[in-house]
């Protein structure tokens, strides 16, 4: 018999759609042809980031943490339990909230760096490993 001890992981779909766009348009037409996809809001901030913009990418990585609070809740997240990395589908939530949180250090937003950085620990303790890569 397995007894369960805590939430259940989360496991978002997969969506080809967002990946074939990702793979052939630039991230702002992407966002703006799917403007709920976390993932597509995790790009623009990445590549914010990428160009010296902090608060631009905190500005795009703040929509894909609420684009994938969304979706984590629409597909039986309860606001707590595993949101496994190693799960592809996941990594655009995972992705936007680690650059939400890195975006909020650079701009001094220190409340939101502790608050961000425990909620990405409690997804999935070795998410930040993969995602600094």
Same mark, same amino acid.
Request: charged fraction near 30%; hydrophobic fraction near 35%; glycine fraction near 8%.
């Given at each position: 018999?397995?007894?369960?001890?805590?939430?259940?992981? +989360?496991?978002?779909?997969? $969506?080809?759609? =967002? $990946?074939?766009?990702?793979?052939?348009? $630039?991230?702002? +037409? =992407?966002?703006?042809?799917?403007?709920?996809?976390? %993932?597509?809001?995790? =790009? #623009?901030?990445?590549?914010?980031?990428?160009?010296?913009?902090? #608060?631009?990418?905190? /500005?795009?990585?703040?929509?894909?943490?609420?684009?994938?609070?969304?979706? %984590?809740?629409?597909?039986?997240?309860?606001?707590?339990?595993?949101?496994?990395?190693?799960?592809?589908?996941?990594?655009?939530?995972?992705? /936007?909230?680690?650059?939400?949180?890195?975006?909020?250090?650079?701009?001094?937003? +220190?409340?939101?760096?502790?608050?961000?950085?425990?909620?990405?620990?409690?997804?999935?303790?070795?998410?930040? /490993?993969?995602?600094?890569?």
């Amino acid at each position: 018999m397995h007894i369960s001890i805590g939430p259940e992981s +989360t496991y978002l779909p997969e $969506d080809p759609e =967002v $990946d074939s766009l990702i793979a052939s348009q $630039d991230p702002e +037409t =992407v966002a703006r042809i799917r403007p709920d996809s976390p %993932l597509a809001w995790a =790009v #623009l901030a990445q590549d914010a980031w990428d160009h010296g913009d902090e #608060l631009e990418s905190y /500005a795009f990585a703040r929509v894909g943490y609420h684009r994938g609070l969304d979706l %984590l809740r629409r597909n039986g997240w309860k606001g707590k339990g595993p949101v496994p990395y190693s799960h592809e589908p996941n990594r655009g939530f995972l992705q /936007a909230l680690y650059c939400l949180g890195r975006a909020a250090e650079a701009i001094g937003e +220190t409340d939101e760096v502790t608050r961000i950085s425990e909620f990405l620990d409690d997804c999935d303790p070795s998410a930040r /490993a993969q995602l600094e890569k």
